[in-house]
């Protein structure tokens, strides 16, 4: 099989996946490794150009339109996305344009539609000729180069008039590595110096205990003792998690949606406490055990619905909850560029109403005196400040703990901002 070709059709099945079937790229991409037998090098390359297209998906659609009088059949539609990943390849990446054309025509025979091979490469070509106009033209269409569905930019531009445009710049960035030190082992400057030695430079962050960014992001077995469970790869912002959940050693610890436990693993790096780590996804939950597994750490794992505790709840109250609630996800797209694609405007009125549920149920597994973190990877205030506002104004027995000074219902990160992802915690205290 040709390897060159081979990862533009693998990428071509990926975005048709995603974007026709509405299937997220975390389940689609093992798929394409398996049905492509990708190397580690065409999958790399593979994810390079799938997230790329993700991230352009507007600008790309739109050079589509302009080259073909009418849209591809159904049958053929997959060469819609090779288009499209040509296209990619052209406009953004470093390959030599005569090697990503001539790989990019020569995927229409692995995608069994050999017949197709003289449109792609005229659509190809005929952008290359054009280029310098279409782009011009391209560049006075803001709703095309911005890369983000209408819906979610508009909701964006409300909630944030001033920070919009640094959001959707960074949602169109790719992330950094951002690992977390396993302090059972190293600190983090004894783990830094051990990257070093490596040859991988590295920073840290004021108020991230155990956090360290990599300066270029490498294959996890690259990294000093990744098997032995020295370090897990966490964004930063996901790591205040457990810092203010702040679990004190023998308490009983509930993480209710759990998987894939990267921060269950944080909550029990920190210090010797019963952790039960609850998810409604069974399959899920295994990567939580994987996990501990590696870092040699314990804790409960129970698949359960969070909002209906009788199917597994001993009733014995908890010290602290950490509700890493099921949400948007609005706040990691530079991570996960399928989501701009995924989610509905109607999502989240849904998923706003779910993590109510999920936060009143929680509270009534909390002891008196006790602590619940509330959180979520979004950015918009429905599923943060005023769904916390919203429960205060309910529950009598709950007050705010601030996180910051005049912090009333919550504290909102930014994506991008200290170059982390988007996230939202608020702390709530249970009345004695
Ligand atoms: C944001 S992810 C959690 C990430 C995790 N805390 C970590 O740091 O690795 C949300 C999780 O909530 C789970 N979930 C969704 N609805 C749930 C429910 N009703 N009860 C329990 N878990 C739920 C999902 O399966 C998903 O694993």
């Given at each position: 099989m040709n390897n060159a070709a081979t990862a533009r059709a693998a990428a071509a099945f990926c975005l048709q996946q995603v974007l026709q079937h509405e299937r997220s790229l975390n389940q689609v991409m093992p798929e394409a490794q398996q049905k492509f037998s990708l190397s580690a090098g065409d999958k790399a390359f593979t994810q390079a150009i799938v997230f790329g297209v993700l991230r352009d998906l507007p600008a790309l659609e739109w050079l589509v339109q302009q080259a073909l009088d009418k849209p591809l059949r159904s049958k053929l539609r997959v060469i819609h996305y090779l288009i499209l990943v040509g296209l990619q390849q052209l406009r953004s990446m470093r390959t030599a344009s005569h090697a990503a054309i001539a790989e990019t025509v020569n995927a229409c025979a692995l995608l069994r539609q050999k017949a197709l091979k003289g449109l792609v490469n005229a659509v190809l070509r005929n952008y290359q000729r054009q280029q310098e106009s279409l782009e011009a033209q391209l560049a006075s269409l803001p709703d095309k180069i911005l890369g983000h569905p209408g819906w979610l930019l508009r909701r964006l531009k409300e909630t944030y008039p001033e920070y919009w445009p640094a959001i959707v710049a960074a949602n169109n960035t790719q992330a950094p590595m951002w690992l977390r030190v396993n302090i059972r082992h190293h600190s983090v400057a004894e783990y830094a110096h051990l990257l070093q030695q490596q040859g991988l430079e590295s920073t840290t962050q004021p108020g991230l205990e155990q956090a360290i960014c990599l300066q270029h992001p490498v294959d996890v077995?690259?990294?000093?003792?990744f098997s032995e469970g020295w370090v897990s790869v966490q964004d930063g912002a996901a790591q205040y998690a457990a810092q203010l959940l702040n679990a004190q050693p023998g308490e009983r610890i509930l993480d209710a949606c759990a998987a894939p436990g990267g921060k269950t693993a944080h909550i029990l790096e920190r210090c010797d406490c019963q952790v039960s780590a609850l998810d409604i996804d069974a399959t899920r939950l295994t990567r939580v055990e994987e996990n501990l597994q590696r870092l040699q750490l314990h804790a409960n794992c129970q698949q359960g619905d969070a909002a209906n505790p009788d199917t597994w709840w001993d009733g014995q109250q908890f010290d602290r909850i950490l509700l890493d609630a099921p949400c948007s996800a609005t706040g990691v797209i530079r991570r996960h560029p399928d989501i701009k694609w995924l989610r509905r405007d109607s999502d989240i009125d849904q998923l706003t109403e779910l993590q109510a549920q999920i936060l009143a149920c929680q509270w009534q597994l909390l002891k008196p005196g006790g602590t619940l973190l509330y959180a979520t990877c979004s950015v918009l205030p429905q599923e943060n400040h005023q769904q916390v506002a919203a429960f205060l104004a309910s529950h009598p027995d709950a007050y705010y703990d601030p996180l910051y000074a005049d912090d009333e219902s919550g504290w909102q990160l930014r994506p991008g901002q200290n170059n982390l992802d988007g996230f939202f915690y608020a702390r709530l205290q249970k009345q004695e």
């Open positions: 077995h690259s990294l000093p003792g």
